[in-house]
Nanobody
Framework: QVQLVESGGGLVQAGGSLRLSCAAS????????MGWFRQAPGKEREFVAA????????YSADSVKGRFTISRANAKNTVYLQMNSLKPEDTAVYYC????????????????WGQGTQVTVSS
């Protein structure tokens, strides 16, 4: 079992930046591939970015490419999502997720989820 806690969300103006963190505890280490997802009001949860166990391979959704960067610090059991050039349409609850396997871009591929952190981008 692993527990995930997200932090770093908040209110930011369009064009601004935020860095989300996801701290893992429990059965941790570099065993898990990690992903970030988001859910806007009235919409389904969608994939944002994912990173392999070693951090050597990353994936991101087309909607955030060139603006968001996923990274990880295995020594700290933490995954980050650096979000730049934020837009109002990035407003959502952001969730991190972990899987004891390969990094994938679908919800069903993940075994553990955090509680989410709210990101609000004002225009």
């Amino acid at each position: 079992q692993v527990q995930l806690v997200e932090s770093g969300g908040g209110l930011v103006q369009a064009g601004g930046s935020l860095r989300l963190s996801c701290a893992a505890s429990g059965r941790t280490g570099s065993t898990y591939a990690m992903g970030w997802f988001r859910q806007a009001p009235g919409k389904e949860r969608e994939f944002v970015a994912a990173i392999s166990r070693s951090g050597g391979v990353t994936y991101s959704a087309d909607s955030v490419k060139g603006r968001f960067t996923i990274s990880r610090a295995n020594a700290k059991n933490t995954v980050y999502l650096q979000m730049n050039s934020l837009k109002p349409e990035d407003t959502a609850v952001y969730y991190c997720a972990a899987v004891d396997g390969a990094a994938v871009g679908v919800e069903a591929g993940y075994d553990y989820w955090g509680q989410g952190t709210q990101v609000t981008v004002s225009s």
